[in-house]
């Protein structure tokens, strides 16, 4: 069974250095990765180097500050490094800039979206970006950086996404929201799986957020240990044939 971290970060102004992410990889036994953009970082040079220099082991999501005037065409240059397949957006673009997330769709890039504060109570303008572009591939992050006191109007906001074939859900960063094992989640996770099924679920470790090497395996473990509410069979998917179905779709 092939493993593919679908979410880690990786810089050398901050978290660690592609040499770091290679070795908590290898001892988690993880083939492949999506290395995401931390955020205030738009100079994605590092990450697009690496996409470059092993496509077959790393796919690279950059930033790019929306608020600037030109952002459409930053996002064009970058696209053109061809070491990037995706953009990482802030929820409010939606509502602030679409036309950066447009552009992204435009290129063939995939969205992976953060809500910072939540999804729930602001899928208004992602929901009417996603009846425009139906066609566009779009990843939840952190299961939608759920509100812990709220996780009945997370699950509402979170689930109608269901209703559109390319949103895919992410089992991520779950340590930001409650401690291992997360047990607080499982019923999200759950409902998760009802709604969107196996082949748009996928894992991702959000190291170095997640903690140390011991924590990354901790949390990878629980899928692989069939402790979440997944059926066994669609662990494959989940930890690996989702995220190279959407990341790394010429690779043998």
């Known amino acids: 069974m ?11 102004s901050k978290y660690q250095p592609i040499e770091r992410v290679r070795e908590v990889m290898a001892a988690a036994v993880v083939q492949r990765a999506v290395l995401v ?3 205030g970082e738009f100079d994605n040079s590092y990450l697009a180097q690496i996409a470059v220099a092993d496509p077959e082991h790393f ?10 005037a030109d952002c459409g065409e930053t996002l064009g240059r970058w696209s053109e490094t061809g070491g990037l397949k995706g953009i990482r957006l802030t929820i409010d ?3 602030a800039q679409a036309e950066l997330a447009t552009a ?3 290129l063939g890039l995939v969205i992976v979206l953060f809500a910072p504060r939540g999804i729930a109570g602001a899928i208004g303008p992602l929901a009417s970006f996603l009846d425009k572009h139906p066609q566009a591939r779009l990843v939840v992050t952190h299961l939608g ?4 006191s709220n996780l009945e109007g997370v699950a ?4 109608r996404l269901a209703d559109y074939p390319n949103v895919y859900i992410q089992i991520s960063g779950m340590g930001m929201f409650t401690p291992w094992p997360h047990e607080p989640l499982y019923g999200l996770i759950e409902r998760a799986f009802e709604r969107f099924g196996a082949a748009r679920l996928y894992w991702g470790s959000n190291f170095p957020v997640v903690g140390d090497q011991s924590e990354y395996q901790h949390d990878l473990a629980l899928i692989l240990d069939h402790k979440l509410p997944l059926p066994a069979a669609a662990i494959p998917a989940i930890v690996g044939l989702n995220a190279k179905r959407l990341w790394f779709p010429v690779v043998p």
Request: glycine residues 6%; contains cysteine.
């Open 145 to 148: 950086n759920p509100n812990m």
């Open 93 to 95: 673009v939606f509502s």
């Open 2 to 12: 092939e493993i593919i971290d679908g979410y880690t970060h990786c810089g050398i």
């Open 59 to 68: 796919a690279s999501v950059c930033l790019v500050d929306h608020a600037a």
């Open 37 to 39: 953009q931390h955020l």
């Open 156 to 159: 509402h906001d979170l689930l």
């Open 104 to 106: 992204a769709i435009e």
